[in-house]
């Protein structure tokens, strides 16, 4: 299949409207085409700096701007960090991903989060952060110090997102994307279904993603997490089959991309996540919790692997491995 840009709406539309298992079944033959089957890309995430952020996603617990209950954090150590990450390789997870609920980094804060990455890399994981916008020098230091992925979602379709957040507009989330490309490195870029918005918004958000100069590497597709408090507590809940169509049409459209299972998972049956995996899902986040959310824990996410034959791709040896393991074999 010849990897497209230049998908229209409608080419979206057309897939999507197709009778449910026709979508599947086509999702996961180009998924076989392009990825080993059966294989997950498993990832953790942990929150590096927890609420009191200045923006007003209508979805987040972490804006100051809602009461919904959320005890702030500061900046967590560094040592911290590398101790969850240790234990998140042993887990199983590939990548580690560190969030932070700021609207952008300062300058005061590069040297800490430079830190935390040439960490987490040495112990031969991939490395992913999401801080907020990002100008053209501190993504190019962040590329620097090994980080591989930046996670920046555009959320919601171009013409839904001010019901959503009104403190940055969809194109300072497409700029933070150029500067991260600009600077090399992969993109993890996706959204939220379950927002309240129509079939459009959810079309209109996979013509955004597809139609990017590059797709992106890494792609989460979310299942709002409704959290008392925020503007989006009592929104009516998505139908599953929805949002594994969307799940289905990214596959279709951005053949080579990870296609990620994030936000909402918790509340899923295992045959549902089974049917967005079939639907060409190849990656999720295990662990307790997604930065202030609950997630499907560790075990439970064992025993689901097993239960559908799933192999979780293997962290790569870190740098005290190899050098043990060449010091072995000099000997």
């Known amino acids: 299949m010849t990897v497209r840009n230049d998908w229209t709406r409608s080419d979206i539309q057309a897939l999507y409207d197709q009778p449910?298992?026709?979508?599947?079944?086509?999702?996961?033959?180009?998924?076989?085409?392009?990825?080993?089957?059966?294989?997950?890309?498993?990832?953790?995430?942990?929150?590096?700096?927890?609420?009191?952020?200045?923006?007003?996603?209508?979805?987040?617990?972490?804006?100051?701007?809602?009461?919904?209950?959320?005890?702030?954090?500061?900046?967590?150590?560094?040592?911290?960090?590398?101790?969850?990450?240790?234990?998140?390789?042993?887990?199983?997870?590939?990548?580690?991903?560190?969030?932070?609920?700021?609207?952008?980094?300062?300058?005061?804060?590069?040297?800490?989060?430079?830190?935390?990455?040439?960490?987490?890399?040495?112990?031969?994981?991939?490395?992913?952060?999401?801080?907020?916008?990002?100008?053209?020098?501190?993504?190019?230091?962040?590329?620097?110090?090994?980080?591989?992925?930046?996670?920046?979602?555009?959320?919601t379709s171009r013409e839904y997102y001010s019901n959503i957040i009104t403190t940055r507009t969809f194109d300072d989330r497409l700029d933070t994307l150029?500067?991260?490309?600009?600077?090399?490195?992969?993109?993890?870029s996706g959204g939220i279904v379950g927002l309240g918005e129509g079939k459009q918004d959810r079309i209109g958000l996979l013509h955004e993603l597809a139609t990017l100069p590059l797709h992106p590497e890494s792609v989460p597709i979310n299942m709002l997490v409704p959290i008392e408090g925020t503007p989006l507590a009592n929104v009516d809940k998505l139908d599953v089959t929805e949002w594994i169509r969307t799940i289905a049409v990214a596959r279709i459209i951005m053949p080579h991309s990870y296609i990620r299972l994030s936000a909402g998972r918790e509340a899923l049956s295992d045959s549902d996540q089974a049917l967005a995996f079939m639907a060409g899902a190849n990656s999720l986040f295990s662990g307790e919790k997604l930065l202030t959310t609950p997630n499907a824990g560790d075990g439970r996410d064992k025993q689901l692997f097993e239960k559908l034959g799933l192999t979780p791709e293997k962290p790569k040896p870190s740098v005290a491995e190899l050098s043990t393991d060449a010091m072995s074999l000099s000997a």
């Open 20 to 155: 449910f298992l026709d979508l599947v079944f086509q999702a996961q033959q180009i998924h076989r085409e392009h990825f080993q089957a059966n294989t997950i890309q498993v990832s953790t995430l942990l929150s590096i700096k927890t609420g009191k952020c200045p923006e007003d996603c209508k979805y987040c617990s972490q804006s100051v701007r809602y009461d919904s209950k959320l005890e702030a954090e500061k900046r967590i150590a560094v040592e911290k960090v590398i101790t969850e990450a240790k234990a998140a390789k042993e887990s199983g997870s590939s990548r580690f991903c560190m969030g932070a609920a700021w609207r952008n980094p300062h300058e005061r804060d590069m040297p800490y989060v430079l830190e935390m990455v040439q960490e987490v890399k040495a112990l031969g994981m991939e490395t992913c952060m999401t801080l907020g916008m990002l100008n053209e020098s501190q993504a190019t230091r962040l590329k620097d110090a090994g980080l591989d992925y930046y996670n920046h979602n555009l959320d």
């Open 178 to 188: 150029d500067h991260v490309r600009q600077a090399g490195l992969k993109v993890c």
